[in-house]
């Protein structure tokens, strides 16, 4: 016999589970108009630490499968290295970008017919035990050559 977890508005399903986070759809719109106009595509505990629990990643309902599964990862990435690395809102975001493009790009030719689960945890323990080779001036240099090659676009648009 399965147990069934309630789920608590703006959550409306668990996507899945991994290195002891949480991914879940939740009601965009309800978000957006209850919490924060600025949610958009998804989000973290470290970006939005009012609303969204520091284990849990909300992925907005109105995207499609792919861009669900990308998006978890760049929400994974950011999350990491805000909270264990110490990085700001932009340089997180720019850096969690990097690690998003070529996912995104892989998931282009092979693309989800819906949440890919799987991928996005396999994604994301790569970039972890690439995280833990690096030093912080490894690191540093990284987010330099990102920030050299910004458009200029504000934080927070995705």
Same mark, same amino acid.
């Given at each position: 016999?399965? %147990?069934s977890v309630r789920l608590?508005?703006?959550r409306l399903r668990l996507l899945?589970?991994?290195e002891g986070l949480s991914v879940y759809l939740v009601d965009g719109e309800y978000v957006r108009n209850e919490l924060d106009i600025d949610f958009v595509n998804g989000g973290n505990g470290a970006?939005?630490?009012?609303?969204i629990p520091i284990d849990e990643i909300w992925i907005d309902d109105a995207?499609?499968?792919?861009?669900?599964?990308a %998006?978890?990862?760049?929400e994974l990435v950011e999350r990491d290295l805000m909270l264990h690395h110490r990085r700001n809102y932009d340089s997180a975001h720019d850096l969690a970008n990097m690690y998003e493009r070529p996912f995104r790009q892989r998931l282009k030719h092979d693309?989800?017919?819906s949440y890919d689960s799987r991928a996005v945890m396999d994604a994301y323990r790569t970039y972890l035990c690439e995280r833990r080779r690096k030093t912080a001036r490894q690191l540093d240099h990284e987010i330099i050559g990102v920030l050299r090659g910004r458009s200029g676009v504000s934080s927070r648009s995705r």
């Open positions: 016999m399965g %147990t608590f508005r703006p899945g589970r991994g970006v939005y630490p009012h609303y995207q499609r499968s792919l861009d669900r599964t %998006t978890a990862l760049h693309r989800p017919r």
